[in-house]
């Protein structure tokens, strides 16, 4: 069975901000396949058991703050063996948003909660979704039109980029064709068992 997580913090005051996007897309997951997500302590968690996509997997939704993810996902994901069928869908600040990318065994890049888990698990091979929030920046090479991350620059503007909130036009992108592309690469990745096939399914799609 397959562990879904969605990478976020808690509190009400983080529900739409872009550092919230993997909790976003789990959170709909489930909401859209009637789980029901309990509540456990010790460490704090959401987690529920169901079927999505015809197979049946666990989804989980740290209740921690993002530097501490590892614990949650460690209390499911017991080996290295075991990482292999564990799903981490979060915010990837060097992506511009309308982008989603499906990576194995690639670096943190950065990213405090994936640092966390690969922490916590003893490994960095388990399957990644990236889900791209940063502006982005077009120019012209050879006669076509590339499309990159706008990054903010410095630590402190990075922060404030990744806890705003979507703007309400953003959202309704998160909400609408990022989502679809991150549930095409769950799908997929679930049917096939193959974390490539969900690379290939969403990873040279154009931006939204």
Request: hydrophobic letters at 40%; aromatic letters at 6%; glycine letters at 10%.
């Amino acid at each position: 069975m397959y562990t879904i997580v969605g990478l976020g913090n808690p509190g009400s005051e983080y529900t739409k901000t872009r550092h919230n996007t993997g909790r976003i897309m789990v959170n709909d997951l489930a909401d859209e396949n009637d789980f029901e997500l309990k509540e456990q302590k010790k460490p704090d968690l959401l987690v529920g058991t169901g079927d999505a996509f015809s197979e049946r997997v666990r989804l989980v939704l740290p209740n921690t703050y993002m530097n501490k993810s590892g614990g949650a996902v460690s209390k499911y994901i017991k080996s290295v063996a075991a990482a292999k069928k564990l799903i981490v869908v979060y915010d990837e600040i060097d992506l511009p948003l309308g982008v989603v990318r499906v990576a194995f065994g690639s670096s943190s890049g950065g990213h405090n909660g994936i640092k966390s888990i690969e922490r916590a698990l003893k490994t960095r091979n388990f399957i990644k979704i990236r889900v791209g929030v940063s502006k982005s920046a077009s120019r012209t090479a050879k006669g076509e039109k590339i499309i990159s991350a706008k990054k903010p620059v410095g630590e402190k503007a990075v922060v404030e980029h990744l806890l705003k909130s979507f703007t309400k036009g953003d959202f309704e992108k998160v909400q609408g064709p990022i989502k679809e592309r991150v549930f095409l690469a769950l799908q997929t990745i679930l049917e096939t068992g193959d974390p490539v096939k969900g690379m290939n399914a969403v990873n040279g799609l154009p931006i939204v």
